[in-house]
């Protein structure tokens, strides 16, 4: 069946450095990748996403990279802050609707 | 614009009891429904999808189902609950496909 990995699965860096999340996926048949922040308690909430057309995609501090062939996707934050401190979660959605979400990366930014 | 509802916030219930967690969405029509359920400290668990009335499909053989009895609901229910049904849950709308899933703002359950 479907599988999304994402590694690692906690990670701290200091405030101002870049912090990198990688997920991979099973589905060739995925198109469309989001990637999600959940902070303590609450909803998860989308911060970017990828479409499988497009290679990369960036917005501020925050980009996507994909490599279809590898079926490999990748979260980068720049200049971390203390408020980017939360859960992050990939996921991978094929023809079937469904959206296979990753096992969470808790990003810890150290002031 | 659009919006999700998911009652109630948190609910404790005894093991064996039943359970009915109701979902609905604001502002759109035909919207792809999910229940996810979160684990403490873990991933999420897609347990159902629906993309049309009384069209629901199971990915995880367990102790709950769902059902879509209008448009814009989708309900969890279990006829007895067990203590390893305890969890965050989360109902989640999409318009379509290739775009973003919209989450509530999540059940958290516990089961005594």
């Known amino acids: 069946g479907e599988n999304v990995e994402q590694h690692p699965s906690t990670l701290s860096v200091q405030e101002g450095d870049s912090a990198v999340i990688k997920c991979t996926y099973s589905d060739s048949a995925s198109n469309y990748f989001p990637w999600y922040k959940q902070e303590l308690g609450k909803r998860p909430q989308l911060i970017i996403d990828i479409r499988s057309n497009v290679g990369e995609k960036k917005d501020q501090r925050i980009a996507v990279t994909l490599n279809k062939t590898a079926k490999h996707f990748s979260l980068h934050i720049t200049e971390t802050q203390p408020e980017d401190s939360a859960v992050y979660f990939c996921a991978a959605q094929a023809g079937t609707y469904k959206y296979i979400f990753g096992t969470g990366t808790r990003l810890k930014v150290l002031a | 614009s659009q919006t999700i509802h998911q009652w109630p916030a948190t609910l404790v219930q005894p093991v064996g009891s039943p359970l009915s967690l109701e979902c609905t969405v604001e502002?759109?029509?035909?919207?792809?429904l999910y229940w996810y359920r979160q684990a403490a400290g873990r991933g999420l668990q897609l347990l159902f999808y629906s993309v049309g009335i009384g069209q629901i499909s199971s990915e995880v053989p367990q102790n709950l189902s769902a059902s879509r009895p209008q448009d814009r609901q989708f309900i969890l229910s279990s006829k007895k609950l067990l203590l390893s049904d305890s969890g965050f849950y989360l109902c989640?709308?999409?318009?379509?496909?290739?775009?973003?899933?919209?989450f509530g703002q999540g059940t958290r359950l516990t089961v005594v």
């Open positions: 502002g759109t029509s035909n919207p792809n």
């Open positions: 989640a709308w999409s318009p379509g496909f290739n775009t973003e899933a919209f």
